[in-house]
């Protein structure tokens, strides 16, 4: 039982970053437009049919994968360090510096962090790095107030203390002494935090704020099909369970990690 | 208490000078011309320099920002520059949808979530409870713009028993409050069987029951009581997650909220407009997590004493 719950989300979410990285290479064409085969239901030759335009829903859900993919991982990169980087150095000097970040973390945490992604894309316009811009506007804040955290405590450990009477400088203590032992932690955020961005993805994707069409995303996939419910249901199903699958497997890894790792359970950071 | 109340509401002031300084600045900053976007690109230079006058926009930053925040604190918002309404009263229009639709959805989630999660923890390791815990991670994972769908589909274009979207008597909401509520309710299940089986194990507990008190008096007024201060910490911190899931579910069932306004406004690029529905959300935000806070000393006065 315990088994099954590690293997089926973990090749799910190999699926999806092999499709991810390997879409490119694939005979697909996600934009080629077949009139007559416009919202033409799933059948032997299409497995997952046409959409609206007559194009194959199958091939658009893989450049989906991608895009959401894609997104995924870069916002987690610039949010992890550029959060690492604020908290870390905000925990170590304290004082004002300190005062002034904390103070800015709590104006960052009083906002719903999808609104503030939703303003800051529809004023930048459709267009991924757009995406992953606003997205990352909102999600350092939870690794700097991690990183912040761990950096209060780390820092009057003995190792710290005897790195800097040996006389070794700030960035060096910081680099060695400090970093590898908070990076745990803060990957286990950047887990989590993927089917967050994932979500947050496709929700901009779907109010039309998201990805510059043609480019597929799931989110706007399941926007374009909630037109067509009756006659084409296969244009929301499709992409809303990829969607499912994808976050339901990374919460499923995620609790049995943070179970594995006996992070205090606390249910409120997903 | 009174100082207790004094220093909240200045550090609610700060926060929230901080945030309409900060959308401020975003929605300033940001490349893009907002008078170019307004006329189009085939405008006339004199065209956009003289809108750019009007607006203020000539200004220095600094000095847009002091007028907008002298502005506000005067309980002026400006002027919609799409319908050149007051802001003001666009907002007093629509935020009572927006509201009745976040309390339905919290009033789903809370009636979801403690049966649910109050059974689980009575029956640990049983069928239900591992049915309910399947519940709470399939509530996480869905995405509201789905499940939206997903339940149109089912319950008005199908069963046809439920209006399709609008806002117009109880049956509208009903598929709305669903859709916003799953997801708090799926965390709050969680949250409410993890409490309770920390607090089942008490001692106090143990001396109910050998008071001879029935079983729903010792989960209703000892268990959950006592439970109940970080079940009410997760619902202010989530209360965010819930706003912004207004949002989209507004946008689903065509509801004419906040949500709706914001998402209309940026489509025609009135960013007056969308930094106004921002602050209000902001501030309810902030007001309820403000309102939490003061709730702890009510719930439970050994918070009260501390302070």
Known sequence: MFRYQIIIPSIILLLWVLLALLGPLLPLQPDFIILPNILHPPSFEEWLGYDDLGRPVLDRLIMGARTSCLVGFWVIFVSLTVGTLLGTLSGWFGGYIDLIFVRLMDIFLAFPGILLAIALSGILGPGIENVVFALSCVGWVGFARLARAQTLSLKHREHVLAAQALGAGIPRILRYHVLPLLLAPLFIEATFGIAGVVVAEASLSFLGLGVQPPTASWGSMIRDGTGYMLVAPHMVLAPGLALLLVVLSVNILGDKLRDRLDVKSRGDNN | ?307
């Open chain 2, 1 to 307: 208490m009174l100082s207790f109340l004094l220093s909240r509401l200045l550090s609610m002031f700060v926060v929230l000078l901080g945030v309409v300084t900060l959308v401020f600045f975003l929605i300033h900053l940001v490349p893009g011309d907002p008078v170019q976007a307004m006329l189009g690109e085939s405008a006339l230079a004199a065209d956009l320099e003289s809108l750019r006058i009007a607006l203020g926009l000539n200004e220095p930053l600094l000095t847009q920002w002091w007028l907008y925040i002298t502005n506000l604190l005067q309980g002026d918002l400006g002027n919609s520059l799409y319908s050149k309404e007051p802001i003001f009263d666009m907002l007093v229009e629509r935020f009572p949808a927006t509201l009745e639709l976040a309390v339905a959805g919290l009033l789903v989630a809370v009636l979801l979530a403690l049966p649910l999660g109050s059974i689980a923890a009575l029956r640990k390791d049983s069928v239900y409870d591992n049915s309910a815990m399947v519940f709470s991670l399939l509530g996480v994972s869905i995405p509201n713009f789905w499940l939206g769908p997903m339940l149109i589909f089912l319950f008005s274009l199908t069963l046809g028993w439920l209006p399709v979207s609008g806002r117009e008597g109880f049956a509208s909401l009903v598929l709305p409050a669903i859709t916003l509520g799953t997801a708090l309710a799926a965390i709050l299940a969680r949250m409410v069987r993890a409490t309770l089986l920390e607090v089942l194990s008490e001692d106090y507990i143990r001396t109910a029951r050998a008071k001879g008190l029935r079983e729903s008096a010792i989960v209703i007024h000892h268990a959950l009581r006592n439970a109940s201060l970080p079940i009410i910490t997760v619902l202010g911190l989530q209360l965010g997650t819930l706003l912004g899931g207004a949002v989209i579910t507004e946008i689903i069932f065509a509801w004419p909220g906040i949500g709706q306004l914001t998402i209309e406004s940026i489509q025609r690029r009135d960013y007056p407009v969308v930094q106004a529905c921002i602050l209000l959300i902001s501030l309810s935000y902030v007001l309820v997590n403000t309102f939490t806070d003061m709730l702890y000393g009510w719930l439970d006065p050994r918070v009260r004493y501390s302070v």
